[in-house]
């Protein structure tokens, strides 16, 4: 299923929808701007939560975690330490974790767990300027990869203080 957002929407204190790729909303986003660290919730259309994301404040790095009621389902780092380009880890319970590799700023990346692409990252379906897709894969976790996939906006353009890159 490929989803649609609006890259100058993910900014901390806006609200917006992801929709999917009918056009049909399909997810709000609720974002909040928070003293102690930034957080966003993921709720159906109908208003339920599906997940929550904060922002880890005594970590190593650009960390942020990803909450299913009061589960931790993910923790989504950006590594310090790599050449010529940035890279993100997905830590899940189990032996599932995922790697996000590519153009994060540019929105070109993927979603890896091994050798597998989960779910793909993309400005070249769309020929509206700040408008990207997140494919996702048949069985994975939407809400999951979509939320890490906002992750990866807010920690490339928080420098931009609006979003916008």
Not at 12 to 29: H, R, Y
Not at 58 to 71: H, N, P, S
Not at 75 to 90: E, P, R
């Amino acid at each position: 299923m490929r989803y649609v957002m609006q890259q100058k929407l993910i900014s901390l204190g806006d609200d917006f929808t992801i929709q999917d790729e009918n056009g049909k909303d399909a997810f709000f986003v609720d974002g909040k701007m928070l003293s102690l660290g930034d957080k966003l919730v993921f709720k159906d259309m109908s208003g339920n939560e599906l997940a929550r994301i904060e922002q880890k404040l005594l970590a190593w790095g650009l960390t942020y975690e990803v909450f299913r009621g009061d589960e931790r389902i993910a923790i989504v780092k950006k590594s310090l330490f790599t050449l010529l380009h940035c890279k993100f880890s997905v830590d899940v319970p189990g032996p599932n974790d995922l790697e996000a590799k590519g153009d994060f700023f540019d929105h070109e990346y993927n979603f890896r767990r091994g050798n597998d692409t989960v779910a793909t990252v993309s400005k070249r379906w769309f020929s509206w300027r700040d408008t990207y897709g997140i494919e996702v894969g048949p069985g994975e976790d939407a809400v999951l990869l979509l939320a890490c996939a906002v992750v990866i906006g807010l920690a490339c353009h928080k420098e931009d203080g609006d979003g916008d890159h």
